[in-house]
């Protein structure tokens, strides 16, 4: 997916095709014959198709992300009724979709505790964070004296802010030394089974 993403992008910017050393330089590879190795696969999948001068890599069909899923148009959580057809599109689920807007600013953490129960994130949880510009009432992953947790950013006018938990079995945290803002959390995903 890499090759084939620089690929496009290259196409996009230079309207023509990369060489394969244009290719090794941009995805990061140690040899021109790994570069070549890749190409040969994604032109046995049908992704991509090969002529015989030094830019004759094109592609076969647009570089699709992530997957698609059907789409239904809702769910009762209460009584039930009948069942919906799902909507003639589909949801296909990217980085995008989950409400990450830069993937290389990106990274998850598992959740470990129930200090964010209230919140809706359990523990086992997969937090999806983002680094970011952060604001006030957002949950964050955040460094507090030397020490990483995941909590609610309140802005205390005594105190200036305090990390707040979502459990009120747990108190509020505040600085005694410093406060780093590590990331805003985007998105929670959850395994069920």
Known sequence: MRILHFIESYLQRHRRPPTVREIQHGCGFRSPRAVSYQLERLEAMGSISRQKNSRGILLQKQVEEGFPIPFFPAIPAGPPILMQ?????????????????????????????????????????????????????????????????????????????????????FADLRPVRDLTIQGVLVAVVRKVI
């Open 85 to 169: 057809e799902p909507d003639a599109g589909s949801v296909r689920l990217t980085p995008e979709s989950l409400g990450i807007a830069d993937r290389s600013a990106c990274f998850a953490v598992r959740v470990r505790g129930s200090s964010m129960v209230g919140a809706g994130i359990l523990d086992g949880d997969l937090a999806l964070i983002e680094k970011r510009p952060f604001q006030e009432g957002q949950i964050v992953a955040a460094l507090i004296d030397g020490e990483c947790t995941l909590k609610r950013l309140v802005l205390d006018p005594a105190d200036g802010f305090v990390l707040r938990s979502e459990n009120p079995a």
